[in-house]
């Protein structure tokens, strides 16, 4: 039956346990404001036949009651089983549900049991018909919308930040200049969803930073600059706005020193850089060889005089280590002056090379998506117990956020120290939930035949 007065349409993520703060009733993440929702809205332009409403449970609680026509929840590995039971609840209400996002693409078999229609693939073109579509009393049960191979991709519209309460971010306002990578590491899902790197038109994303309501923002594409004629043009054109941003990087993208004197030129003040490992053996092995040890404090020193703060970030849990690469790690950050370092238990998420291989080798320990949040052990290590890298993993965190720790690290940071310090400081309240929770538990291997065969499908 076609919906008569406006519809309205209730667009939710769930929690996904990001690092928070709690200020009495008030929650404030202390990453970025998530995309995906406020660019689906945007996708079906001015229409005031439709009426949006966007939840992040993160920092908000879902309206279980709320009054709509139509509930959109974005899916990701870590909050699956949160989102089903969300759309469990809504269907039980006679409100039809449409589920989308990475996991739905990479387990659309799965997500179509707790959903009327799911979307596979990006929704750039599937979106807008959807909502036609649902308008018009013909929804579809599945929208695919094949992996877009060309090497750019317009029409992405200016994201609708005010459905979002930009307080609740440490970063609201979030641009998008890329998708997917030119990099296969083994535990990215990436390759699978975005099979090649593609570009926005330069002239699109600075379009977007200039209706920035502030003057920061931030990039979370996994491979902004790796065309680097690319990047330098639109650094080049980001330069002019005087914007104060952030983004992902690799350590090769910091070997080009023009790209280096354009990032810090165009306000670039803080960089997340994928270290991943002290055992060169690992990072050859996972695909990211490009990662040279013996170039990190030449690195570190060149990103600290360009006023680039740095997050690096290492995981633990490699087959080549070994319980000596806790200690061995946390020196290497105290050494290499690390401004903000942030530590992740090897997860392999389905869809990655790394959940296939360990699955054909009988080694993972969980099939329960909760678990897959890069803070729970999920597989079985070969150079150690679970125990022993989930405790390893908590000991790094409590040992590298001391306050004596974090001192030596954030006065290499010069003119950036104030916004070093701070970081490091709400990292420590982290550190103490971490401590709360309890101590290791062999998760249960939920490898029911269904499960199983819903993972085979993306291996």
């Known amino acids: 039956m076609a919906v008569t007065h406006p519809i309205r349409i209730l667009l939710v993520m769930a929690d996904a346990a990001m ?26 332009g001015d229409d005031p036949e439709i009426e949006y409403r966007v939840v992040d449970e993160s920092v908000q609680r ?23 039971a969300l759309a469990d609840h809504f269907r039980r209400r006679q409100i039809p549900v449409v589920l989308g996002g990475v996991h739905v693409t990479l387990l659309p078999d799965e997500a179509r049991q707790h959903a009327d229609c799911i979307v596979v693939g990006m929704a750039d073109r599937s979106w807008p018909q959807l909502v036609q579509d649902f308008k018009a009393g013909r929804l579809r049960a599945e929208y695919i919308e094949p992996p877009g191979l060309e090497e750019y991709y317009p029409g992405i519209p200016t994201p609708r930040w005010e459905l979002q ?20 590491c083994d535990f990215c899902t990436v390759p699978a969803v975005w099979p090649r790197l593609q ?29 680097a004629e690319y990047a330098k043009e639109l650094l080049r054109a980001i330069a002019p706005l005087k914007k104060t941003w952030g983004a992902l990087a690799t350590t090769e993208n910091m070997e080009d020193p023009e790209l280096l ?58 087959d080549e280590d070994g319980p000596d690469v806790f200690a061995r790690t946390v020196q290497r950050v105290q050494e290499l002056r690390i401004d903000i370092p942030r530590y992740s238990i090897y997860t392999p998420y389905p869809g990655s090379r790394l959940f296939a291989r360990l699955q054909g080798e009988g080694r993972l320990l969980s099939y329960d998506w909760g678990d897959y949040d890069t803070m729970h052990v999920v597989f079985r290590p070969l150079g150690m117990s679970p ?16 306050l004596t720790n974090i001192l030596r690290r954030t006065l290499a940071s010069g003119r950036m120290f104030p916004v070093a310090f701070v ?23 939920q490898s029911a035949p269904a ?3 819903q993972v085979r499908l993306s291996a």
């Open 19 to 44: 690092h928070k703060l709690y200020l009495g009733p008030l929650t404030r993440s202390m990453r970025e404001a998530p995309l995906s929702l406020i660019t689906l809205a945007a996708l079906t």
């Open 199 to 227: 570009k926005r038109p330069i002239a699109d994303v600075v379009r977007d930073i200039r209706a920035v309501p502030s003057r920061r923002f931030c990039m979370n594409d996994v491979s902004p600059f790796d065309d």
């Open 261 to 318: 004197e354009l990032l810090a030129r165009s306000g670039c003040r803080f960089l997340l850089l994928g270290f991943e490992s002290v055992n060169q053996e690992s990072l050859n092995r996972i695909a990211k060889a490009f990662n040279r040890q013996q170039s990190y404090e030449e690195l570190m020193a060149r990103l600290h005089r360009a006023g680039i703060v740095v997050q690096g970030c290492f995981v633990f849990g490699f």
């Open 62 to 84: 879902v309206p279980l009651d709320a009054d709509v026509d139509l509930v959109g929840i974005s899916v990701l590995t870590g909050t699956a089983r949160r989102c089903y």
């Open 451 to 453: 499960a199983a065969a």
């Open 423 to 445: 970081g490091n400081l709400t990292y420590r309240l982290f550190v103490k939930r971490l401590f709360r929770q309890k101590g290791f538990e062999m998760p249960v291997n």
């Open 165 to 184: 309460d930009a307080w609740r971010y440490n970063l609201p306002y979030t641009v998008p200049a890329t998708r997917g990578c030119i990099h296969k």
């Open 387 to 402: 125990a022993e890298l989930y405790e390893g993993f908590r000991w790094s965190y409590r040992q590298t956020f001391k």
